[in-house]
T-cell receptor
């Protein structure tokens, strides 16, 4: 059983700040990594995928992957109140997707 | 292109009744995953299916729970003799392919979920 660990939070940042979300995983074979956002009472939606070491940027979001350290992070620049949600880290190994328990983010106006 | 369709969105059952949750994957997706989420908790994997095959059911409780994905029609998650502890949100997700580690593939898309309440 692969493990995906996230700080549960809650994480609070002021509007306009950078929010940093972290995730570690236990299986060195994993190749695909994902960040999902889940608003309260809603379903998870994919915001970023990353497959190679390094950074991947998409608008205000940057995913960082370090396979040697088994670490993946998500940076949210210029955080907005609408970014307030739970962020789920997911790792794919074989046929399976393994999810962390999520980090709750609150952006304070 | 419709997304992953789940129904019913909300289901209320009394203890001992049966609950049936349905999921139609995205067009072109042949792999279906079911997850359960309790309030304030993470997603727990239940079962992974392809058409007419259960690939991995390691997350399914041994009793009362079953899943299928027939050749025609939606995937169905069935819970017999429901108990209050079954109250949760049940999410279905689909993927265009479930095998291998192909870069750029294998992204999960979730449905809106079915929220089961057991009285």
């Amino acid at each position: 059983q692969k493990e995906v660990e996230q700080n549960s939070g809650p994480l609070s940042v002021p509007e306009g700040a950078i929010a940093s979300l972290n995730c570690t995983y236990s299986d060195r074979v994993s190749q695909s990594f994902f960040w999902y956002r889940q608003y309260s009472g809603k379903s998870p939606e994919l915001i970023m995928s990353i497959y190679s070491n390094g950074d991947k940027e998409d608008g205000r979001f940057t995913a960082q992957l370090n396979k040697a350290s088994q670490y993946v992070s998500l940076l949210i620049r210029d955080s907005q109140p609408s970014d307030s949600a739970t962020y789920l880290c997911a790792v794919k190994g074989g046929n399976q997707f393994y999810f962390g328990t999520g980090t709750s983010l609150t952006v304070i106006p | 292109n419709a997304g992953v369709m789940q129904n019913p969105r909300h289901l209320v059952r009394r203890r001992g009744q049966e609950a049936r949750l349905r999921c139609s994957p995205m067009k072109g997706h042949s792999h279906v995953y079911w997850y359960r989420q309790l309030p304030e908790e993470g997603l727990k994997f239940m079962v992974y299916l392809q058409k007419e095959n259960i690939i991995d059911e390691s997350g399914m409780p041994k009793e009362r729970f079953s899943a299928e994905f027939p050749k025609e029609g939606p995937s169905i998650l069935r819970i017999q003799q429901v108990v209050r502890g079954d109250s949760a949100a049940y999410f279905c997700a689909s993927s265009p392919t479930g095998t291998g580690e192909t870069v750029g593939a294998n992204v999960l898309t979730f449905g809106a979920g079915s929220r089961l309440t057991v009285l």
